[in-house]
């Protein structure tokens, strides 16, 4: 199982308000999603939530002010500062952000929050007076300039029976936040991916349309993956009533000319681009601007093609000078893999995500998908049935892999190679003995060598390009992150080059 926040550690603060009982509900989904909660409790929050509440659903310690007196005081709130990868302080008063804003630290709370060097996100929650009040509102804008993340108050119903703003963010977007700021640091960093998803509706008249069954559930898992593999993401979807990933640019589109507009917008600063949208491939050839109303003979509609996009990108690459990745999806009801190849290939692909849409556990609406994907160097890799966010996960890895690419390379020596010429595959010891082929990035060369072989001088270093290895990887979950490993002896064919290793 793939837990995105495996292995970061959140502090949630909590303070003296009536929201505090939404706080659990967040502490729960974080430990859920893998991350390591720690909650810090306020004298005032403790008046509505118990610390064991948190502590139930969390696993984790839930501290209060008596813990700042304890033995452990003088480390626990520096402790708690240094190890957190983000604090989220929900619901903040007004006091506690008045605290915050001027660097005060009379409670375990403000202590952690001064003394981490983690982002800080804050989910005011109070009276609407006491929110537009100009002391709060200075505060607010101290903590802003500083870089702490704000989120909210909403307008509503307030616990004085009063509307206005003031109401803390609901918990879905405090969790969508938490996940967004504490994946920020992750392999995609920097890297600026378009998602396309759901399917276009081309209008018949101001009432009907042509549309397609699809959902957009695998897009917006992929964007979600992509979210927190630490990419800026920008989701142009169709028609569909799914929540935007946090941290996405959601661009909504009903056309395939308005897709089309969108992702070479889209395109003119991205990386890479998964066209996962089930785009229409014929429009009516007009359409009718008042509603066509019914009559006794049978209607007659002309079609007339859309614009294929991933074909346009493909004619138009030499104009998207930072686009290095296009990976494309194939709904197929027969010949899978000869289907998507041919368009992977048409369409000038880096990899195609194809799937058997008559099967009824994947495919359009169903939480699952079972995939194959298909590269342009080749090779076919059939992967079995999962959640679609585990497919938009593994999509990832691979995608990575080729957005890199590069050489990997693994030392063996030479009467091995001798061997493995005349057996055609490279099959080295290390198969029988871990199961699995170790390669290293070049820069590790000389660690593996150290490490594997130490004091040997008959070792040759076989490189092998990344993009021809993908399709015989196997990926493994540690943490919040997947590896690759080789479970098959190596095709020699696949060896770009073998030199003497020297070191
Ligand atoms: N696609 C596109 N523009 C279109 C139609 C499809 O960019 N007008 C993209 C889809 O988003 C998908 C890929 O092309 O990534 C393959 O889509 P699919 O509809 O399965 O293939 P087609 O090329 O349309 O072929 P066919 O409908 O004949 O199967």
Redesign the pocket.
């Known amino acids: 199982m793939l837990l995105p926040l495996a292995g970061k550690r959140v502090v949630l603060g909590v303070t003296g308000s009536v929201a505090a009982y939404k706080a659990v509900v967040v502490a729960s989904r974080l430990t859920q999603l893998g991350a390591e909660v720690v909650t810090v409790l306020t004298k005032g929050a403790t008046h509505f939530v118990m610390p064991l509440s948190f502590q139930a659903v969390t696993g984790q310690p839930a501290y209060t002010d008596a813990d700042l007196w304890g033995q452990r005081a003088h480390v626990l709130h520096v402790g708690l500062g240094q190890q957190a990868d983000l604090a989220l302080i929900a619901p903040a008063t007004a006091n506690t952000l008045a605290k915050l804003a001027h660097g005060q630290a009379d409670n375990l709370l403000t202590l952690t929050a001064l003394s981490t060097s983690a982002p800080i996100v804050v989910a005011p929650a109070m009276d609407g007076g006491m929110f537009t009040h100009p002391a709060t509102q200075a505060n607010l804008k101290a903590l802003r300039e500083r870089g702490v993340v704000v989120l909210g108050p909403e307008e509503g119903r307030l616990a004085s029976g009063l509307m206005g703003p003031g109401r803390m963010v609901e918990p879905e977007t405090l969790i969508g936040a938490a996940r967004y700021h504490l994946t920020r640091g992750g392999p995609w960093q920097g890297k600026r991916v378009v998602v396309?998803a759901g399917g276009t509706q081309e209008p018949i008249d101001p009432v009907r349309a042509i549309g397609n069954r699809s959902t957009g559930r695998q897009g917006f898992a992929l964007a979600q993956a992509a979210l927190d593999c630490g990419a800026e993401v920008t989701l142009i979807a169709g028609p569909t009533t799914l929540p935007t990933p946090w941290g996405a640019r959601r661009v909504d589109v009903r056309t395939?000319a308005e897709m089309a507009e969108a992702v070479f917008a889209a395109l003119e600063d991205a990386e890479a681009l998964f066209?996962?949208?089930?785009?229409?491939?014929y429009r009516p050839l007009q359409t009718a601007a008042q509603k066509i109303k019914k009559g006794k003979d049978a209607l007659d509609l002309h079609l007339t093609r859309?614009?294929?996009?991933?074909?346009e990108v493909h004619a138009r690459r030499g104009d998207l000078p930072t686009l290095q990745l296009v990976v494309?999806?194939?709904?197929?009801s027969r010949d899978l893999v000869e289907?998507a190849r041919a368009?992977l290939q048409a369409?000038g692909l880096d990899m195609i995500a194809a799937n058997d849409i008559t099967a009824r556990d994947a495919g359009f609406g169903a939480p699952t998908n079972r995939i194959t994907l298909l590269y342009a160097d080749g090779g076919a890799e059939p992967l079995p049935l999962m959640g679609k966010e585990e497919v938009a996960r593994h999509i990832l890895a691979r995608a990575l892999v080729l957005l890199q690419g590069g050489m990997v390379g693994h030392l063996c020596s030479a009467s091995a190679w001798e061997n493995a010429q005349r057996l055609g595959e490279y099959r080295p010891p290390s198969l029988e003995r871990q199961g699995f082929i170790h390669f290293a990035r070049l820069d590790q060369l000389a660690v593996v060598a150290q490490r594997w072989f130490p004091g040997r001088n008959d070792l040759l270093l076989l490189l092998v390009p990344m993009t021809r290895l993908i399709p015989h990887l196997r990926w493994e979950a540690t943490d919040g992150a997947l590896y690759p490993h080789l479970y098959a002896p190596l095709a020699i064919d696949a060896v770009a080059e073998v030199r003497k290793y020297n070191g």
Do not use: S
């Not at 066209?275 to 491939?281: I, L, N, R, T, Y």
């Not at 494309?328 to 197929?332: L, Q, R, S, Y």
């Open positions: 396309t395939a066209m996962a949208a089930a785009v229409a491939d859309t614009v294929d996009i991933l074909a494309g999806f194939a709904a197929e289907n368009k369409k």
